[in-house]
């Protein structure tokens, strides 16, 4: 089945802790991103990646790192969990990096943060 | 910095009635837009693109570059069009989507 995949779907857990959402991609892509959704369902890009390299970094907080170990993964680590990450957060990928090229997203990851 | 806004968080409709769901950008260069959309209990996934100039699920929408629209419209709405809508913005040779705030469209009986 090919698609964008990520694991887990849910995380529920303790403020202070650090967790990791992994994501998978078989449909062959070479950029994948990382989007999230907070609780008014507004959808914002947090990092993109193309084969492995880091290409869009927004204004997040360097307590989330992205590690990407091959072009087919794209994994988000969380440090410090704070009662404000809270939120869905979606991988997704592209063929290339270009323009309009269809994103194609996992079924989201909804952490909740106690 | 590009910005898109859909000013209608909801949106309920008659099934067969038209529906219309706005969506204006701002950006000054030249944008690739798009709609994507979420059903309940299912990923977001391309709904289509202004690119295409296509009509999906009896779904349209025109790019109007003077007034920077990219409205969303159906002449008879489905229930199964019931879903969360977002409009999004890429810039041309950029690969960042800028998505709008996202519209739900309520169908009813």
């Known amino acids: 089945d090919t698609a964008v995949s990520q694991t887990p779907k849910y995380l529920v857990t303790q403020m202070g802790n650090d967790k990791s959402i992994k994501c998978e991609q078989n449909?062959?892509?070479?950029?994948m991103y990382w989007y999230k959704q907070d609780s008014k369902k507004f959808l914002k890009i947090m990092f993109s990646y193309n084969n492995k390299e880091l290409i869009i970094n927004e204004t997040v907080p360097n307590r989330f790192s992205p590690k990407s170990p091959d072009k087919a993964h794209l994994n988000l680590h969380i440090n410090s969990l704070e009662l404000g990450d809270s939120a869905v957060y979606f991988c997704a990928s592209s063929q290339g990096g270009q323009g309009a090229e269809t994103q194609y997203f996992g079924p989201g990851t909804r952490l909740l943060v106690l | 910095a590009q910005r898109v806004t859909q000013p209608e968080k909801l949106l309920s409709v008659f099934k067969g009635a038209p529906v219309e769901l706005k969506c204006n950008y701002s950006y000054s260069g030249s944008p690739e837009l798009f709609w994507y959309v979420q059903y309940s209990r299912q990923r977001l996934q391309l709904l289509l693109r202004?690119?295409s100039r296509e009509s999906i699920k009896g779904f349209t929408a025109d790019l109007n570059k003077g007034e920077t629209s990219f409205h969303l419209k159906k002449p008879f709405a489905q229930e199964e069009d019931s879903a969360m809508y977002y409009c999004a913005l890429v810039k041309a040779a950029g690969n960042k989507l800028t998505f709008g705030g996202g519209t739900r469209v309520l169908v009813k009986p």
């Open positions: 202004h690119i």
């Open positions: 449909l062959g892509h070479d950029t």
